[in-house]
């Protein structure tokens, strides 16, 4: 047969079949077992009316237990076995998480993942902030936004596969495909390659490490104000945002003396995609590229949502258009803001995609997802594979509740 | 201290003209109301004036200084807005001290003001509260205090009170006379479409009607003596009737023949040689008066009465397309539906207009 048919008939049956179930489903509750008619027509109504969203619901509830719910049970079981030669599994405890926690490799996933859990979310909400802000200011803010959304459109892997273009590498004497390494070729050690390649990157550090700095003291401020209540867990937790913070703030102090130290190689093309550590930078940008969009289109929603005579009243109180932005607009659309960041920071927690596509984990680049596929059906190993799994699902939850929480909020 | 000088002042949108040839002076310590139907541009002319709307034309001065393109913030000016537009995310207090903050002042004197602004309007408890968290009448109480703590030479109304309840509004309507009386020097420019609240507070009103200034004047003035028709009949409620006539007697009192068959007279003069004249008579509903003498100025079937106790409206049968004559008569007169009923009017009290301007201001 052929396979469009094939498809057509499948779609038929599988839209008919659900019809099916509703259609049928409801006149055997309506008709059979509790008809509203004879004696007890009016306490049959509500028995039905008290049973058929069960019923409605049934379909999904099943198909979320089937593909969901029983596979985390199932994962975490696995997670606690190990295969035995020639078939069957024995009961191990914890030893799979023990044995994974002293790979080396595990170790770079979980650092690889920490680093793109600041650095991509972080990029694609200021961009995504930057582009919502700007696009509404001008008359060709449209088409730039359906440019800039556009990304959105292609998967991680297409995008993957754009990008390793991007930083294809071809021999010096050869003329080179790769957009990256063809603009690399431009910088000669001069003084437009300083300016480019080593007081912007350094200005960039700067301005993180400054972002940071602000955001850990506002966290940290309130414990030097005297007579606020507070609560068991928030010294605890201001420290370790301070800890955080300084931990974050001297590695880009470090990165900035680094930049000042290091001989570039001029004139040689790279291979961008083994060069440890920044590799994982190259491999974020795809992900930022996609996300980017996606921040804008919420956050350009919502700042248009913002009261336009709040900001002539703020324009009558004499702020300029930075305060406006600062402390008008980004205050009232915080919660927003907040949403899309954990939004994103969980499409991170899961990124399998490019790393698989790109790297493989090679380099220096592995990430968790990676690392629980490499382990289950690369290595055949379901005991480590699970471990990592549940790791990654510990990982998610507690931004996954955040999210959620804060999503009904705004929705209220 | 703070007077206000617009001089052929004019917003165009495009090729779109909003208002033009707005010529208007502004003494220190009025209050002056904006009114006019909606789109007559009033709420722009505000806008304008504060610096939110360009001005494409004329030039505005406070105090003797052309601020055209003045930045809002440096032209000692606050504006209260309809909606309140309290910034949502801060406190009461930092509402209110939003402004200052942004100018530098020292935390003393940012506490100092915001104190005194809350013990004049009664927040005190409030301060640290959101705007969320509070009623709308204090919201708007929010917003004057926010305009108060800057000290501005000039207040900005824009329809204050439309988001209140009636209650409400008859309450902070008060206050705002009370927040005036308390700063006679400071000038204040208030838009409404509520002709209560411009009778009540102004100074002066001023009409504004087809992007143009109608009149400008004492509230009393525009009832008593207004300009031209729209004003005769935007003040007041109901509006003035119109009975088209022509005048039979010139003099130092006026005597016109209606086309419904009555007479009027008016003391309004006319001179010599304008028999004939075509004019349209205006009475005041509150002005008409029944009569049972042969010299009538209207005459008519009672469609339909609304006794408010105090007065009762009586609404005249109409043919289709003409607009009902009403007349408003102290005490109760339901009895009077269906009945035919004639009325005359004090002469002072008939007002002649031809062309749609008053002939009282003719020169």
């Not at chain 1, 004879?38 to 039905?48: F, L, S, T, V, Y």
């Not at chain 2, 209650?167 to 509520?194: F, G, N, S, W």
């Not at chain 2, 003409?322 to 004639?342: M, Q, S, W, Y």
Request: hydrophobic letters at 50%; proline letters at 5%; aromatic letters at 10%.
């Amino acid at each position: 047969m052929n396979p469009a048919l094939q498809g057509l008939i499948t779609i038929v049956v599988g839209v008919g079949g659900c019809v099916a179930y509703y259609y049928f489903s409801n006149q055997l509750l309506d008709k059979v077992l509790f008809p509203a008619r004879g004696p007890e027509a009016g306490r049959n109504i509500n028995r039905a009316n008290m049973i058929r969203p069960w019923l409605f619901l049934f379909p999904a509830l099943f198909a979320l237990g089937l593909y969901l719910a029983y596979p985390v049970f199932e994962t975490l079981r696995l997670s606690l076995t190990q295969r035995l030669p020639g078939g069957g599994s024995e009961w191990v405890g914890l030893q799979n998480y023990r044995n994974m926690l002293g790979e080396p490799k595990f170790w770079e996933a979980l650092r690889n993942n920490m680093l793109w859990l600041i650095v991509v979310p972080a990029a694609s909400t200021a961009f995504g902030l930057l582009a919502a802000q700007l696009t509404d200011r001008i008359r060709w803010g449209n088409i730039a936004k359906s440019l800039i959304f556009m990304p959105m459109a292609i998967s991680f892997v297409g995008a993957s596969v754009i990008f390793k273009l991007i930083y294809d590498t071809r021999a010096a004497d050869q003329p080179q495909i790769g957009v990256l390494n063809a603009l690399w070729l431009q910088f000669e050690g001069g003084f437009w390659s300083l300016v480019f390649l080593k007081i912007v990157p350094a200005l960039i550090l700067l301005a993180f490490a400054a972002i940071v700095a602000w955001v850990a003291w506002i966290f940290v401020r309130p414990m030097f104000k005297t007579g606020e209540p507070t609560g068991f867990w928030t010294v605890p937790l201001r420290l370790f945002v301070a800890g955080a913070a300084i931990y974050l703030i001297f590695l880009s102090l470090r990165s900035i003396v680094n930049i000042f130290g290091a001989e570039l190689p001029y004139g040689q093309p790279q291979t961008w995609l083994t060069i440890p550590f920044w590799n994982n930078f190259f491999l974020m940008v795809v992900l930022i590229w996609i996300q980017t969009g996606f921040a804008m289109v919420i956050l350009s929603a919502a700042l248009r949502g913002v009261p336009e005579d709040t900001v002539e009243a703020a324009i009558v109180d004499g702020a300029n258009p930075f305060q406006i932005f600062f402390r008008i607009k980004v205050p009232q659309i915080m919660p927003t803001i907040v949403v899309v960041w954990t939004t994103i920071t969980i499409v991170v927690l899961k990124v399998f995609d490019i790393v698989f596509a790109m790297t493989n984990g090679q380099w220096e680049t592995q990430v968790l997802a990676n690392y629980m596929y490499d382990k289950l059906f690369r290595a055949n190993d379901w005991g480590i594979g699970s471990a990592a799994a549940m790791v990654i699902m510990l990982l998610v939850t507690p931004i996954l509740v955040w999210n959620v929480w804060n999503a009904r909020r705004e929705l209220r | 201290m703070a007077g206000l000088k617009l001089t052929d002042v004019a917003k165009a949108y495009g090729e779109v003209k909003v208002l033009s040839n707005i010529n208007l002076d502004i003494s220190p310590g009025e209050l002056i109301v904006f009114v006019g139907p909606s789109g007559c541009g009033k709420s722009t002319l505000l806008r304008m004036i504060a610096g939110l709307e360009k001005i494409t034309g004329g030039t505005l001065e406070i105090d003797g200084v052309r601020v055209n393109d003045v930045p809002p913030a440096q032209r000692g000016i606050a504006m209260v807005f309809q909606s309140y537009a309290l910034y949502p995310h801060m406190t009461v207090r930092d509402n209110m001290s939003f402004a200052l903050r942004l100018a530098g002042k020292s935390q003393a004197e940012i506490d100092a003001a915001v104190e005194k602004a809350a013990r004049a309007l009664q927040l005190g408890p409030y301060l640290d509260r959101l705007p969320k968290a509070l009623s709308g009448g204090q919201r708007q109480r929010v917003a004057i205090g926010r305009a108060i703590v800057r000290d501005p030479k000039v207040y900005l109304f824009d329809e204050p009170l439309s988001n209140l309840d009636a209650a409400l509004r008859v309450a902070t309507r008060i206050e705002i006379a009370q927040l005036k009386e308390a700063m006679p020097d400071r000038t204040m420019i208030y838009v409404t479409h509520d002709q209560v609240e411009a009778m009540t507070l102004a100074s002066r009103i001023v009409v504004l009607a087809g992007g143009g200034i109608s009149q400008v004047g004492t509230p009393l003035e525009l009832y008593e003596r207004p300009e031209n028709e729209f004003v005769a009949q935007f003040i007041g409620s109901p509006a003035m009737n119109l009975f088209k006539g022509e005048i039979t007697g010139t003099g130092t009192a006026t005597a016109v023949r209606l086309a419904g068959g009555g007479t009027a007279v008016s003391a309004v003069p006319t001179r010599d040689g304008e028999q004939g004249l075509r004019v349209n008579v205006g009475v005041r509903p509150e002005d008409l008066v029944p009569t049972d003498d042969a010299a009538f100025l209207y005459q008519g079937t009672v469609d339909y009465t609304e006794a408010l106790g105090e007065v009762t409206i009586l609404y005249f049968h109409a043919e289709p397309g003409e607009t009902a004559v009403i007349a408003k008569l102290p005490g109760i007169h339901a009895d009077l539906r269906g009945r035919n009923v004639r009325l005359k009017a004090d002469p002072r009290k008939v007002h002649l207009f031809s062309n749609g301007k008053s002939l009282l201001y003719r020169k």
